[in-house]
């Protein structure tokens, strides 16, 4: 009896080690990539002002000139011009699946949700160059109007917005089906309709986690490179509208990143801009989740 205490104790101990070691390494993960990042960006923001290349647009590594206003612009068009696509898509989507449709339905789509997450994204990129950029250029740009190649901030959008939604409607339907039952039932019984129910009841009741899922796949979106590196276009100039080339900073990273050991200060302006790249995502959901525990509070 001694013996299995002792043992018992042993395990309970060791579990509770391993499991704070387990934490202290997820919290100083992002503390050490940051450090990194810092640590490589220091020669050129030791020679160039933080602000004078975060807000130019001149990209001129073999001027000295590394700014990356163009590519940060560009991130944002076509971050957010996928979420203002797939983000309505995926809520409607998660509505009709948990308070709508049959469970087997709901059953049947979640394995098609994951295999839609599990596709490399660089078979999107191609089906990108084979579908969504002929669309453009031949069709969507001719009907409104403007002469594209195709190769644009709307492709990268949509190619993008794709990606996503399986990432944002995962979390959505879980979201919705951790509503309690009740509140529904409680609703329907005061005579609200089924539309009113979802609404005024389960929507407000979950809005927290909806818009953790948005702040989620904005974040994944935001670093995605390869995809939209195919279609995007490339093009070092701030983008006017959403038929128009850009250069996102993951795409700037992949594409130039071979090129670094061969012209000073280059491999610290990619650093540079990664961290760019840390700090915007970051920012981002600390923003996300001050909104949500604020919204809580008033709740």
Same mark, same amino acid.
């Given at each position: 009896?001694?013996?299995?205490?002792?043992?018992?104790?042993?395990?309970?101990?060791?579990?509770?080690?391993?499991?704070?070691?387990?934490?202290?390494?997820?919290?100083?993960?992002?503390?050490?990539?940051?450090?990194?990042?810092?640590?490589?960006?220091?020669?050129?923001?030791?020679?160039?002002?933080? @602000? &004078? +290349?975060?807000?130019?647009?001149?990209?001129?590594?073999?001027?000295?000139?590394?700014? =990356? $206003? #163009?590519? *940060?612009? @560009? &991130? +944002?068009?076509?971050?957010?011009?996928?979420?203002?696509?797939?983000?309505?898509?995926? =809520? $409607? #989507?998660? *509505?009709?699946?948990?308070?709508?449709?049959?469970?087997?339905?709901?059953?049947?789509?979640?394995?098609?949700?994951?295999?839609?997450?599990?596709?490399?994204?660089?078979?999107?990129?191609?089906?990108?160059?084979?579908?969504?950029?002929?669309?453009?250029?031949?069709?969507?740009?001719?009907?409104?109007?403007?002469?594209?190649?195709?190769?644009?901030?709307?492709?990268?959008?949509?190619?993008?917005?794709?990606?996503?939604?399986?990432?944002?409607?995962?979390?959505?339907?879980?979201?919705?089906?951790?509503?309690?039952?009740?509140?529904?039932?409680?609703?329907?019984?005061?005579?609200?309709?089924?539309?009113?129910?979802?609404?005024?009841?389960?929507?407000?009741?979950?809005?927290?986690?909806?818009?953790?899922?948005?702040?989620?796949?904005?974040?994944?979106?935001?670093?995605?490179?390869?995809?939209?590196?195919?279609?995007?276009?490339?093009?070092?100039?701030?983008?006017?509208?959403?038929?128009?080339?850009?250069?996102?900073?993951?795409?700037?990273?992949?594409?130039?990143?071979?090129?670094?050991?061969?012209?000073?200060?280059?491999?610290?302006?990619?650093?540079?801009?990664?961290?760019?790249?840390?700090?915007?995502?970051?920012?981002?959901?600390?923003?996300?989740?001050?909104?949500?525990?604020?919204?809580?509070?008033?709740?």
């Amino acid at each position: 009896m001694k013996f299995f205490l002792l043992n018992r104790r042993f395990r309970d101990k060791s579990h509770f080690i391993w499991m704070t070691i387990s934490i202290i390494l997820v919290i100083l993960l992002p503390i050490f990539l940051a450090t990194g990042l810092i640590i490589k960006s220091q020669p050129i923001l030791s020679t160039n002002e933080f @602000s &004078s +290349l975060l807000f130019s647009s001149e990209w001129k590594p073999l001027s000295g000139k590394f700014g =990356l $206003l #163009t590519f *940060i612009v @560009s &991130s +944002l068009w076509v971050t957010f011009l996928s979420i203002l696509i797939a983000a309505p898509i995926c =809520l $409607l #989507t998660a *509505i009709y699946l948990t308070q709508y449709a049959r469970r087997y339905l709901l059953r049947a789509m979640h394995p098609v949700i994951d295999i839609l997450a599990g596709i490399p994204s660089v078979i999107y990129g191609v089906w990108g160059i084979l579908v969504i950029v002929p669309f453009i250029s031949n069709y969507l740009g001719p009907a409104l109007g403007k002469e594209t190649s195709g190769y644009t901030v709307l492709a990268g959008a949509l190619v993008l917005a794709v990606m996503i939604i399986p990432f944002i409607l995962n979390i959505m339907i879980e979201v919705l089906k951790t509503i309690p039952d009740a509140l529904k039932e409680a609703a329907l019984s005061l005579g609200a309709t089924q539309w009113q129910t979802v609404k005024r009841v389960i929507l407000k009741k979950a809005f927290p986690g909806l818009l953790s899922a948005v702040s989620l796949g904005i974040s994944r979106a935001f670093g995605e490179t390869i995809a939209v590196l195919m279609v995007v276009g490339n093009v070092t100039r701030i983008p006017s509208g959403v038929f128009e080339p850009g250069y996102p900073l993951p795409a700037l990273i992949a594409n130039n990143y071979g090129e670094m050991l061969s012209i000073p200060m280059y491999d610290s302006a990619l650093m540079l801009s990664a961290l760019v790249l840390f700090a915007v995502v970051l920012l981002f959901n600390l923003a996300s989740r001050m909104a949500i525990a604020r919204y809580e509070k008033l709740q």
